[in-house]
């Protein structure tokens, strides 16, 4: 199974900017779909942003025009910019990769707050 390894997470001002980063322990280039979801407390589980073969992107509308995801092959790794954050983008960001079944990564904290 594929292991995924968050990281760039933490605390941050409405307005400002953080840079997710999820590493594969494969190559990057054999997964079909790695993408980010995040779960606010109370709340499930949901899609952010997904990256497929040949670079397609689907990006949740609540965060349209303001985050981007990307993915470097020479690195296996994901990453999801973010920026004009708002205070309810504040959730727990996954990584996540379709081989095998599907694959989650640990989580990151990611709050918005003045």
């Known amino acids: 199974q594929v292991q995924l390894a968050e990281s760039g997470g933490g605390l941050v001002q409405p307005g400002g900017a953080l840079r997710l980063s999820c590493a594969t322990s494969v190559s990057i280039s054999t997964i079909g779909v790695m993408g980010w979801y995040r779960q606010a407390p109370g709340q499930p589980r949901a899609l952010v942003a997904i990256?497929?073969?040949?670079?397609?992107?689907n990006i949740a509308d609540s965060v349209l025009g303001r985050f981007t995801i990307s993915r470097d092959t020479a690195k296996n790794t994901v990453y999801l910019q973010m920026n004009s954050l708002k205070v309810e983008d504040t959730a727990v960001y996954y990584c996540?990769?379709?081989?095998?079944?599907?694959?989650w990564g640990q989580g990151t904290q990611v709050t918005v707050s003045s």
């Open positions: 990256i497929g073969f040949g670079d397609r992107t």
């Open positions: 996540y990769s379709s081989q095998n079944g599907g694959s």
